[in-house]
Structure formats: structure tokens, C-alpha cells
């Protein structure tokens, strides 16, 4: 039956984004000329475009009969002509565009200007350091993953470095977006960069709608400028998770706030499966759903009852509804469900399901204790003194300089934000560092997305500019460090 009036529904809306993702697919395919892949038993081929341009029509035409009140092509043109226009859309794609590439050029020429950082790579796949620029640390791992898939040697256990460590979303997306670009070794470094960077146009997309909800759309725009430019915001281009993480993270905090739990709940899920962190996104998740009962002390913003439902004032003026509390939980607890389908997973190869985290052991990350932290670079300071710790052992400076930054936000921001915001980063910045010190803590700041919304509104108009400069300066020594083999991970 024929729906003639009222507005398009749902499901004919996700009929003919469908249809178009389709279309993409067949020109994709007739460019590149499809994949041939083996599944477990089963072969899995796509190599034809006119099977999928079949399967595009049929899903139009069953819309176009279901619900004729308004053409597919007339929707969907209207929808992205509206995303185009979009401020948040214009405001991501602008930062992606003036500093992505600017980066790449940095690195790129860091390596004939500066050189390899100890003798040669440690590996090449092609004579074009172009080509070559992409793979750099644990992209080999993501690549291997994506590739090969997964692999564990028993008799080696723990005691050595195993891909099971890396979790799978990022380099399942890599592989199905490189497979449809042809398969081939140079296709899965590129989609690998594309992966990254479609998903960081994502996230600064979902960091502006977050910004917007307490800012003005200057500061919400100079949020994104600042997370763009700060120094080891050089991970959002590279073959790494930080993109991907940051992409769920936001989204799933935005479409938290507006209980949309469906999207909130797939959020979380990917979250857990991107990274071996990417659980504990559920106690800052849970810290908002529990916001409307804890004391106005310790959360942003009062409370109050208006007839039958809790409202909370934002710094807009706009209200809020009080969360339903155990549907809010349940989604809040998605971040965990996507740690344990991997699992899971390991369980079936390693025969334990928490093998992952015992082979972080492989790469020198033992549990030593926030304490042990300071006093280590206290005692070296002592020793050496403030030059010889400079001099000798630069990397840990900055990365013990993002720490920093994170951390002195964590109190401004539960003030400025709210509680939740603070939980966050503190909760994906202190483990780690208890367990493997400050290695890769300064790329663990880079996604802990609620310093920069509160450093856009703390910093005056006037100085954000001298901010973001000398960010993107350090940035660019950073790539500097990356991209030549230096040990900044």
C-alpha cells in the first residue's frame, strides 16, 4: 500500500541511502574491477558491477512502488545538497582539508631532508617513498590484519608480539574498503588512509554538534581547529585507530545526549571493538545516565522537575529530559558487549578469551603505578637535571606534555562540560599510563575530544590563532619524528 502524504518514511529514507551506497559500490567495482576472496570455505567474488546496479534497482523501484510521495532522486539530492550546506559538514571538511595534507607534505619531505632515524626502515613495500609513507609503526599490524586476518602461535604465547593485541574494527573496515578498490598491496594502503581520514571528517562532524550544544559556532569551529592542530593530532592521517575511536567516542556521547539510543548503542559497540580500551567508554557513558542523581556539586548544570519529566538547563538555555535509567544503562554497558565479541573471537583461536590483554606484555606494558611515573622522572631530573632529561630522552618530554595538558583540562572541563566529559578523559588517560608509563600517551591525548571544546571557550578569540599556530608547529615536528622511524608511536 501506497504511502501518498506525510513525510518519507524510515525505512524508504534507508531504502535509498541503500540504493545509493549500491550505486557507489558498481562504479567502485567497474573502475577497479571487483575482488576475489576466500571466507573461511566459502568463495566470496565481486567482480561484475551490473549484478549490484541490479540489486540498486530493485531496492528503488520496491521504494519508489512502497512510498511514491516523493522521487528517490529528488530525496536524495535534497539530503546531500543539505549535508553539503550544513555548517558542521563545511566546518570538518575545512579542517581536514587545511591540515591533512600539509602533514603528509611535512612528512614526506622529512624524509629526504632529515633522514631515517636508526639506518634504514625497519620495512618497504615499494621503491616510491610516496607509497610507502603510509606504513609506519603498528600500521604494519593493521595491515597484516587486514590482509592475512588473525593469527596466534600458541608456543609463543604472550612472551612474544602477536596481532591479537590489535582489535578489529579499523582493520575490518580497511579491508572491505580495500577490496573494493581491487585487492591489491597498493589498494589496502590507500584505503587504509582513507579509512582514517573518512573517519576523522566524522568525528570533527560530531565534535562540532558536541561544541555547539554549549558554544557559539566560532568556539565550536576553533574546537576543531585545536584538535587538528595539536601535536600528535599527526595519528588522525596515519594507518592508526585514533580516528576510528574518535568517530565513536563523539558520536556515541552526542547521540547519548539526545537519548537516541539505537545509534548511541552501535556507537559504543564499535568503540569497544577499536581499541583495547575502548570498554571503558561505558563508566563515562553510565556517569551521564546517572548525572540527573548525583549532586549539583560535582555536575554542571541543577536539576529540576517540571510535571512528570526531569529537564537539566544547558549553557543555551535548552533543556535536556532526564535519561530513563535502565535503558540508558543497557546502552551504556554497549562499549563492553564490543570488548567481549572479541573475546569471544580469541577465545575460539588463543583458547583464552582475554589473550589480548596478556600479549600487551610482548611490548613492554607491565603495571607500575601512576606514582612510579613521577617519581622515575623525578629521580632522573635529580640526577641528570632538567638539560639531561631534555636532551637524553626528548620523546618522553612530549609525551609527558600531552599528559599534562589532558590532565590539567580534566577540572575545567567537568566544570565547564560536565562530569561525564571529565570521566572520560580520565578514564582513557590514567590506565594506560599506570600500565605502560608515557609510551604513546601523548597519541592517547589526541582523542580525548572534551579538552578541546573546553580550551576553544577558555582561550580568548584573539589568542586562538597564536594557539593553533603553535600547535600545528610541534605537530609538524612530530610528523617529523613519525615519519622518519623515530620512536614516537
Same mark, same amino acid.
Given at each position: 500500500m501506497s504511502n501518498r502524504g506525510g513525510t518519507l518514511p524510515r525505512w524508504a529514507r534507508a531504502a535509498d541511502y541503500v540504493s545509493l551506497i549500491l550505486v557507489l559500490v558498481a562504479v567502485t567495482v567497474a573502475a577497479t574491477g571487483g575482488f576475489r576472496v576466500l571466507v573461511g570455505q566459502w568463495h566470496v567474488a565481486l567482480t561484475s558491477p551490473y549484478r549490484?546496479?541490479?540489486?540498486?534497482?530493485?531496492?528503488?523501484?520496491?521504494?519508489?512502488?512502497?512510498?511514491?510521495? $516523493?522521487?528517490?532522486?529528488?530525496?536524495?539530492?535534497? $539530503?546531500?545538497?543539505?549535508?553539503?550546506?550544513?555548517?558542521?559538514?563545511?566546518?570538518?571538511?575545512?579542517?581536514?582539508?587545511?591540515?591533512?595534507?600539509?602533514?603528509?607534505?611535512?612528512?614526506y619531505l622529512s624524509i629526504f631532508l632529515v633522514g631515517w632515524g636508526k639506518g634504514a626502515p625497519p620495512y618497504?613495500?615499494?621503491?616510491?617513498?610516496?607509497?610507502?609513507?603510509?606504513?609506519?609503526?603498528?600500521?604494519?599490524?593493521?595491515?597484516?590484519?587486514?590482509?592475512?586476518?588473525?593469527?596466534?602461535?600458541?608456543?609463543?604465547?604472550a612472551a612474544e608480539q602477536q596481532n591479537i593485541v590489535f582489535f578489529p574494527a579499523f582493520p575490518v573496515a580497511v579491508r572491505v574498503v580495500s577490496l573494493l578498490l581491487g585487492g591489491n598491496r597498493a589498494a589496502f594502503f590507500i584505503g587504509a588512509t582513507l579509512v582514517s581520514l573518512g573517519a576523522f571528517l566524522g568525528a570533527l562532524v560530531y565534535l562540532y554538534l558536541l561544541a555547539r550544544r554549549d558554544l557559539d559556532d566560532d568556539t565550536a569551529c576553533a574546537a576543531l581547529w585545536l584538535l587538528a592542530a595539536y601535536p600528535f593530532a599527526v595519528f588522525f592521517g596515519a594507518v592508526y585507530t585514533e580516528s576510528l575511536f574518535l568517530l565513536g567516542a563523539a558520536g556515541a556521547f552526542?547521540?547519548?545526549?539526545?537519548?537516541?539510543?539505537?545509534?548511541?548503542?552501535?556507537?559504543?559497540?564499535?568503540?569497544?571493538?577499536?581499541?583495547?580500551?575502548?570498554?571503558?567508554?561505558?563508566?563515562?557513558?553510565?556517569?551521564?545516565?546517572?548525572?540527573?542523581?548525583?549532586?549539583?556539586?560535582?555536575?554542571?548544570?541543577?536539576?529540576?522537575?517540571?510535571?512528570?519529566?526531569?529537564?537539566?538547563?544547558?549553557?543555551?538555555?535548552?533543556?535536556e529530559h532526564v535519561l530513563p535509567l535502565q535503558k540508558s544503562l543497557l546502552v551504556a554497558a554497549m562499549?563492553?558487549?564490543?570488548?567481549?565479541?572479541?573475546?569471544?573471537?580469541?577465545?575460539r583461536l588463543a583458547g583464552n578469551p582475554f589473550a589480548w590483554l596478556?600479549?600487551?606484555?610482548?611490548?613492554?606494558?607491565?603495571?607500575?603505578?601512576?606514582?612510579?611515573?613521577?617519581?622515575?622522572?623525578?629521580n632522573y631530573i635529580a640526577n641528570e637535571g632538567l638539560y639531561g632529561y631534555v636532551s637524553q630522552v626528548p620523546?618522553?618530554?612530549?609525551?609527558?606534555?600531552?599528559?599534562?595538558?589532558?590532565?590539567?583540562?580534566?577540572?575545567?572541563?567537568?566544570?565547564?562540560?560536565?562530569?561525564?566529559?571529565?570521566?572520560?578523559?580520565?578514564?582513557?588517560?590514567?590506565?594506560?599510563?599506570?600500565?605502560?608509563?608515557?609510551?604513546?600517551?601523548g597519541r592517547f591525548s589526541s582523542v580525548l575530544f572534551p579538552a578541546f571544546i573546553w580550551l576553544a571557550s577558555a582561550v580568548p578569540p584573539h589568542h586562538r590563532g597564536g594557539w593553533i599556530a603553535t600547535f600545528a608547529a610541534i605537530q609538524a615536528l612530530n610528523a617529523t619524528l613519525f615519519y622518519t622511524w623515530r620512536q614516537l608511536f
Open positions: 549490484v546496479l541490479a540489486w540498486a534497482i530493485a531496492v528503488t523501484a520496491v521504494r519508489h512502488l512502497a512510498a511514491r510521495q $516523493q522521487p528517490v532522486y529528488r530525496h536524495l539530492t535534497s $539530503q546531500l545538497a543539505a549535508w553539503y550546506r550544513a555548517t558542521p559538514f563545511r566546518a570538518a571538511s575545512a579542517v581536514v582539508l587545511g591540515t591533512r595534507p600539509a602533514i603528509f607534505f611535512v612528512g618497504r613495500d615499494f621503491d616510491n617513498e610516496l607509497f610507502n609513507l603510509p606504513l609506519r609503526w603498528d600500521a604494519g599490524w593493521y595491515l597484516q590484519i587486514a590482509i592475512h586476518g588473525y593469527t596466534y602461535v600458541h608456543r609463543a604465547g552526542y547521540h547519548f545526549r539526545r537519548a537516541e539510543w539505537w545509534r548511541a548503542g552501535v556507537w559504543g559497540v564499535l568503540v569497544g571493538l577499536t581499541r583495547p580500551n575502548g570498554f571503558l567508554l561505558a563508566v563515562p557513558l553510565a556517569t551521564l545516565a546517572f548525572s540527573p542523581w548525583l549532586s549539583s556539586i560535582i555536575v554542571r548544570g541543577r536539576t529540576k522537575r517540571v510535571g512528570a519529566a526531569h529537564v537539566r538547563p544547558t549553557a543555551t538555555g535548552r533543556t562499549p563492553v558487549v564490543g570488548m567481549l565479541i572479541y573475546s569471544t573471537f580469541i577465545w596478556a600479549g600487551h606484555a610482548a611490548w613492554g606494558r607491565h603495571y607500575s603505578g601512576l606514582t612510579a611515573i613521577v617519581s622515575d622522572r623525578y620523546l618522553d618530554l612530549l609525551n609527558a606534555i600531552g599528559v599534562i595538558f589532558v590532565l590539567a583540562a580534566a577540572w575545567p572541563v567537568a566544570r565547564r562540560l560536565g562530569l561525564a566529559y571529565a570521566v572520560f578523559i580520565l578514564i582513557n588517560i590514567l590506565p594506560p599510563i599506570a600500565e605502560g608509563g608515557l609510551m604513546s600517551a
